[in-house]
Structures are given as C-alpha cells and as structure tokens.
C-alpha cells in the first residue's frame, strides 16, 4: 500500500474521537496566538515595553503566519503527517518553555515569529485533514463555517482563560497553562496516528522557492514594522521609515518580477487579474479594518468604567454564542443560494447598528451588562461577513491557480490589520487631543464651576475619613482622572463616527459595483481557507 493510502488516524479510533482531536489541536494552535492579542497591558508590564513594541510582536507572529503558509504548500506534502504536526507541537512547546522562564524582550521577539511558524504549519495539518475529503459544496460551506467559527472564538476564550488566570497568577504563568495544555494534545497525536501516513503523495522539494519566501517575509515584517512604529517616527519624517519603505518597495519590486517568471512561483500573482478576486481581498481588508474596532469597547470596560476582567466573562461568553449561532445561520443563506455579496452587505449594517450603539451609550459612567448588546451585534456582524466574503473570494478564482488565493487573501487581512493598527494610532492621537482641547476650553480657573467641583469632591472625601490637607490633594487627583475618562471617552465616540462614516461609504460601493451580486459558490476541493 502507497504511504499516503494509509489512513492518518489508526483503525481503532471512532470517527467522532478523530475529528474532536483536530479540533482541539486546532484551538490549541490558534489560542498563542489570541494570548497576546488580549494581554496588552500585561505584557507591557511584565515586559517593560512600550504599547508599539507589544503591537509589533502581535504582528511580528501575524506576518510569520501569512508568509509561512504560502510556503507550506510544499513543505506538507514531503514529510509524514505525524512527524510534521509533532514538529509545530514541540516548536510550540518549546517556545512557551522559553517564554515561562525568561523576560527578554528579543528572545521573546525571536519565540514570536517561531510561534507563527508552528501555528501556520499546525494549521496547515488540521485544514489538509478535512477540506479534500469533502466531496460536495454543501460539506465544504459547513466546514469552513465550523473552521472560521472556531477561529472567530477563540479570542473570547483566550479572554476567559487570561482573565481567571492572571487574577491568581503572573503573566508568565499563561505560558505554562498553555504548555499543560499542549502536553496531552501531543501524547494524543503519539499514539492515535499512523507514522508513516501522509495526506498527499511524497513530492520531493525541488523548485521550491525558497529565496521568494524570504522575501516574501521580508515583506510582511517590513510593512507591519513600518505601518506599527510610523505614527511614532512621525511616518516619511524620520530617515528610517524613509529607509524601510524603500528597501520595502526594492524588496516587493524583486518579489514581483521573480513570481511572475517562475515555473513554480511561491505566491501566484495572475490571481489578481480577476475583478471579483481583487474585490473580493479588498472586502476581508477592509472587513479586518472594521474588525479590530472592538478592542475599543473592552478598554472602555476597563479603563473608563473600571470593570474587573472577570466581570467582562459574561461579555466574552456572550461573544461565543452570537458568533457561532450567526455563523451557522448564516451558513443556510449561503447553501440556499443568497447572494453572497448581499449577505456581506448585511453583516456591515448590522456592525453599523453596533457603532450607533455605542455611540449613544458610551459616557462616563455605565453597567458591564449594558454592552453584551453592542458586543452581541458586533459579533453577528463579524459571523455574517466572514463565511460570505471568504467563498466569494475563493469562487470567482480561475480553476488552475485558486489554492493560492488562501495564500493571498491571508496577506490581505494581515495588511488589513497592521493598516488597523496605524489607523488606530493616529486616529487615537488625533481624537485624544480634539477631545482635550474641549476640556480644556471648558474647565479654567475662572470657570465658577470648577471651584465648586472641587469643593463637592473634598466634601465628599472629607465625610469618607480623609482629611481637609489630604481631601484638597485627593480631589485635584480625583478630577484628573474624571477629566482623563471624559477625553478617552470623548476620542472613542469620536474615533467611532469616523469608523460609521467609512461603513457607511463601503456599503455603498458594494451596492453599486455591478455584476457582483450574483455570483454563486463554487468551492474546489484544493482550495484551503486560511
């Protein structure tokens, strides 16, 4: 019998087992990467970084996942299932080793973008397990329903995970829970698989383009690095990002021409000659843009409000149930033959009705349990855009090249991401100082109400035990940081009615860019959603 005949799992294992161990070694992959996209202000306090150095390392593991895709293609299918998923579980172990006993910023650094690699290699295993086996369009909508679903989770869960954990134990105590975590997954793997299955036929790694997935590396970090640190250099002002961009553009200029005459290129560019392709990537782009406005909502929690992480729990579980019940529905419209683009539509006024939420109700003061509306919303908008812009993407591909469509348009929501990023750091700057500079007009030394403010507060802490040296001192601290609440709360409404606006004129193009309502699903067997 060929190698890659023999069945991956052994004879003895039920089905249902099977299919619940690739999905746990999924979650166990994807949720290092959420562990730290939820902990930014641990790990600036445990690492002493700054909130650029953490946003970094978020994409330094993003742009290690994207690049290491395209070149996984090929690395899958020289080396034994097994020994290839063990490789990324004991990558992953090790790096959480390194990262439980040491507080090196650039070891660390280094532990990311390995991270990234075993994660996109993980993956890799898990999708090649179940996408070529599907048979029928019907089983491959429901599976990459059932994959996004898990992936779109896992960033509540991992919030659940740091916020019972970090209330007990340090930071990099989250490192040895996810090794705990890890240890059975891989016992598992030891002995429910075959070790010499494979899920393709051997093919030797000849004319693998190992020079274009340097460069293609290269890329990704350069553009994360460039878009994370701009607005701190002062973007095209500073010699080094005037530098990284042009070494950025040689770089890109190289990777082009080398793609475009390769037999067998890493990354095949002729996709982007097809209209509803190039749409379809600039709708996740544009969708990982509006994505990542979340984060907004939970350090409103947090910072303005003051909310105990454990008490935003209720929040995360309510996340869960509004993306997996929005994403199975969703998933009926697609299989009853709804218009793709009509459903994408939809999903982006349902966020919209989460940023008119939330504009009306973010102030300074406010309950945990009003924002499980707004979180539910955003949630059912991300669970009925993603499915339908993913399979809009992957049906308008031609035949022959549509697998690296995946490739693509994972590097189109990892750039839609670090543009968030950027995005995030000017608008917040900009909408910071708006906001202080109407504070600041309205609260001045001749302004009777401030006096009176002051007095109120030194009262208040008066009656509560302080007295009138220490009241005076505490009220002025006091009134600081009511007036830091009302500007951050200010530049999060104000930061909002920008992203509404921008909503606003992206659902107006797609209604009005013909022909593109009308496309059917047509998913290949080859085609992986990454």
């Known amino acids: 019998m060929q190698l890659h005949h023999i069945p991956i799992f052994k004879e003895w294992l039920p089905e249902w087992l099977a299919r619940t161990i690739i999905f746990a070694i999924l979650l166990t992959s994807a949720i290092g990467f959420a562990l730290y996209a939820n902990n930014p202000e641990s790990i600036r ?26 070149l996984d293609f090929r690395t899958v ?14 990558l992953n172990a090790i790096c959480y080793v390194i990262c439980f006993y040491t507080k090196n910023w650039t070891l660390f650094l280094i532990c990311r973008f390995a991270l990234g690699i075993s994660c996109a290699l993980i993956t890799s295993i898990v999708l090649n397990l179940i996408f070529p086996r599907l048979p029928s369009n019907r089983a491959r909508v429901i599976a990459y329903t059932i994959f996004y679903a898990g ?18 134990f340090d930071f990099n105590f989250l490192f040895l829970g996810l090794l705990i975590l890890l240890v059975p997954i891989i016992f598992i793997v ?44 002062n973007w095209m002002e500073s010699p080094l990002i005037r530098t990284l961009s042009a070494i950025t553009v040689i770089i890109l200029f190289l990777f082009v021409i080398r793609e475009l005459t390769l037999k067998r290129p890493l990354v095949e560019l002729r996709l982007l000659k097809t209209r509803n392709v190039v749409l379809g990537l600039l709708i996740l782009f544009v969708f990982y843009i509006f994505k990542s406005t979340s984060g907004f909502t939970y350090g409103y929690l947090e910072h303005i409000l ?24 969703t998933s009926r419209f697609v299989l009853n033959g709804f218009s793709l683009i009509k459903i994408v539509i939809t999903g982006f006024m349902i966020m919209g009705m989460f940023y008119i939420y939330m504009l009306y109700f973010i102030s300074d003061t406010g309950e945990t349990n009003d924002f499980i509306i707004p979180i539910c919303l955003f949630s059912i908008a991300t669970g009925v855009i993603f499915v339908p ?82 009241g005076n001192n505490t009220s002025d601290k006091y009134l600081s940081g009511l007036i830091h609440k009302q500007i951050l709360s200010h530049s999060i409404r104000d930061y909002y009615d920008l992203m509404l606006v921008a909503l606003v004129i992206v659902i107006m193009i797609l209604i009005l860019v013909p022909d593109i309502h009308h496309v059917i699903v047509r998913l290949r067997r080859r085609i992986l959603p990454y």
């Open 77 to 90: 299918k020289y080396f034994t299932t097994r020994k290839y998923l063990l490789a990324g579980l004991f």
């Open 306 to 329: 003051g909310v105990d992480p454990l008490h935003t729990i209720p929040i995360w579980i309510a996340s869960i149930l509004a993306t997996v019940i929005s994403m199975f529905i």
């Open 151 to 168: 992936l779109q989770i896992i960033s509540p869960l991992c919030g659940i995970y740091s916020s019972v954990l970090l209330h007990y």
């Open 389 to 470: 812009a993913v399979i809009f993407t992957f049906s308008e591909a031609p035949p022959k090249i549509a697998f690296n469509t995946s490739i693509i348009g994972m590097f189109s929501r990892f750039v839609g991401f670090c543009v968030t990023i950027a995005i995030n750091n000017y608008v917040q700057l900009y909408t910071a100082a708006t906001a202080h500079e109407k504070v600041r007009e309205s609260i001045t030394e001749i302004n009777p109400q401030l006096d009176l403010t002051l007095q109120n507060i030194q009262n208040s802490l008066i009656i509560q035990g302080s007295d009138a040296v220490s």
């Open 190 to 233: 030891l002995f429910t698989m075959n070790s010499k299955s494979r899920i393709h036929k051997r093919i030797p790694l000849y004319d693998v383009d190992f020079t274009g997935y340097i460069f293609y590396t290269l890329i990704c970090l350069l553009v994360g690095y460039i878009l994370v640190y701009g607005q701190q250099f």
């Open 45 to 70: 306090g445990y690492y002493g970084v700054e909130p650029t150095d953490v946003q970094f390392s978020i994409v330094l593991m993003y742009g290690s996942i994207a690049s290491f895709l395209a």
